[in-house]
C-alpha cells in the first residue's frame, strides 16, 4: 500500500537588516517584535559613509550565514549622493546585498506614513515639524524611541499600507526633480514579506488620535 507523502513546507530563509543608526536599528527591532518576525535579524554599523555600511553588511550576512542582507540607510546618516548610491546599488548586487534609502533621511518614512509630499524635498526639517503635529515629541533617536516612541512602529502600522503607496507616488516627484527615488522602502517591504511572511498583528495596535 502506498503511503501518503506529507508536503513540506519549504524555508523562507533568514534576513538581516543593517541599519546605518542605532535609532532605525530600534525602529526596526519594534517592527520584529510587534510583526513576529522571528527570521528577521536587526543589526546597526554605525558606518559615517556608504562604503563602510556596506562592507559591515557584507561582512556580517556572511560571517553569520543569513541567506538575504539589506544595508538600510538616510542619505544624511551616512552623507551619501545619489551618484554614490547609484554606483554603490552596482556594489551590492556583486556582493549580493540589497540597499534601502531614504532621501534625505529616514524620517521620510515616517512621513510618508501621514501624507504624501507635493514637491520634492531637500531638507528634513519641515517633515519633523509636521510628523511631531500628530506625534508629539518625536524625533528619530534612541532616546525617543526606548521612552514616549516605544510604540511608534506599532502607532504607524494601521497606515503602513498607506505609506507604501505614498512612497510609489512620491517617488515619482521625486524622479522628475533629481532622476532618482526617494526611496524604495516598498522593494524592501515586498522582500520582508516574501521571506518572513504576513505581520502577525493579532495583538492590539493603537493608532494615531
Known amino acids: 500500500m502506498a503511503t501518503r507523502k506529507r508536503k513540506s513546507t519549504p524555508s523562507m530563509g533568514t534576513l538581516l537588516l543593517v541599519t546605518a543608526t542605532e535609532a532605525e536599528a530600534i525602529f526596526f527591532s519594534q517592527m520584529r517584535k510587534d510583526c513576529r518576525f522571528a527570521n528577521l535579524t536587526v543589526m546597526y554599523s554605525g558606518a559615517k559613509t556608504l562604503h563602510e555600511h556596506i562592507a559591515f553588511t557584507s561582512k556580517a550576512k556572511f560571517k553569520n550565514r543569513f541567506d538575504n542582507a539589506y544595508a538600510l540607510f538616510g542619505f544624511d546618516d551616512v552623507n551619501t549622493t545619489i551618484s554614490e548610491v547609484k554606483e554603490a546599488e552596482v556594489e551590492c548586487e556583486s556582493k549580493r546585498i540589497g540597499l534601502c534609502y531614504f532621501n534625505p533621511s529616514f524620517h521620510l518614512w515616517v512621513y510618508l506614513h501621514l501624507g504624501k509630499p507635493n514637491s520634492f524635498i531637500i531638507n528634513s526639517d519641515a517633515m519633523v515639524s509636521a510628523i511631531q503635529t500628530k506625534i508629539p515629541g518625536y524625533e528619530m533617536s534612541a532616546d525617543f524611541l526606548m521612552t514616549k516612541g516605544l ?51 493579532s495583538h492590539n495596535t493603537k493608532i494615531f488620535k
Do not use: V, W
Open 151 to 201: 510604540n511608534l512602529h506599532m502607532q504607524l502600522f494601521p497606515r503602513h499600507a498607506q505609506a507604501d503607496l505614498n512612497a510609489r507616488d512620491y517617488n515619482k516627484i521625486a524622479y522628475q526633480a533629481s532622476g532618482f527615488k526617494a526611496t524604495n522602502m516598498p522593494d524592501l517591504n515586498q522582500k520582508i514579506t516574501e521571506i518572513c511572511g504576513q505581520a502577525d498583528m
